[in-house]
């Protein structure tokens, strides 16, 4: 069975540090991955995507950036993170390739930037 | 193009009587549509998932969801609301083919379910 794995759970880090962000998935291959972020109340924003190693698509300029170094891994980074990089991250993967597949969930980085 | 709509951001019940949480969707296409549900400062779960088969789809814990297609609507329903069921949720459309040919999911800005005794 395929599980997702992300972390770390939870991360206070400083205005101005950098942040490193990992996820990875097992027991498929080639799989989508994505990059969500969820503020208060205003639902889930896409960040990045990923349909293969090192194909990179962004939905929103940020201070952000995404990597995919190995197939199953995902990377969200900041050289300098903003007080309003601060929320509720999250790492997605699927299929992606038929209409209907769903999606499957890590279980979040809850980030305050202070 | 693809969107979706969540027409409520709160929506309160007391336990025991029926839910209904609202959406309706924008698409180009036969869309693939999906609720899923969170609960505090965890990841999200799936639902249901509306596959251009059944219009009537059953969930897990319960919920089910009618595809309207005349109406453009995906509401979920739940005929009796529990405790455990306070939590956030998402309705989704999939139909956007990214480079590659995958689909991308498309989210809603969620409902927060409040339960009372």
């Known amino acids: 069975s395929q599980t997702i794995h992300q972390w770390p759970a939870t991360l206070v880090q400083p205005v101005g540090s950098p942040l490193s962000l990992e996820c990875t998935v097992e027991?498929?291959?080639?799989?989508?991955l994505y990059w969500y972020r969820q503020a208060a109340g205003r639902g889930l924003q896409l960040l990045f995507y990923s349909v293969g190693i090192g194909q990179i698509s962004s939905e929103v300029p940020q201070n952000l950036s995404a990597s995919r170094p190995q197939d199953r891994q995902f990377i969200l980074s900041s050289k300098k993170l903003l007080l309003s990089d601060s929320g509720f991250y999250l790492c997605a993967w699927s299929s992606g390739r038929t209409a209907g597949t769903e999606a499957f969930f890590g279980q979040g980085t809850r980030l305050t930037v202070v | 193009a693809q969107s979706v709509t969540q027409l409520d951001s709160h929506v309160s019940v007391s336990e025991g009587t029926p839910v209904l949480l609202r959406c309706n969707y924008s698409?180009?296409?036969?869309?693939?549509l999906f609720w899923y549900v969170q609960h505090p400062n965890k990841g999200l779960q799936l639902l249901l998932k509306?596959?251009?088969?059944?219009?009537l789809v059953k969930g897990i814990n319960g919920f089910e969801a009618e595809f309207k297609k005349s109406e453009t609507s995906f509401h979920l329903t739940k005929p009796s609301a529990h405790m455990s069921d306070a939590a956030e949720y998402f309705c989704?459309?999939?139909?956007?083919?990214?480079?590659?040919?995958?689909?991308?999911?498309?989210f809603g800005r969620g409902t927060s379910l409040i339960v009372h005794p």
């Open positions: 698409s180009s296409y036969s869309p693939s």
């Open positions: 027991g498929t291959s080639n799989p989508n």
């Open positions: 989704v459309v999939s139909d956007t083919i990214a480079s590659g040919g995958s689909y991308i999911p498309t």
């Open positions: 509306y596959t251009s088969a059944a219009t």
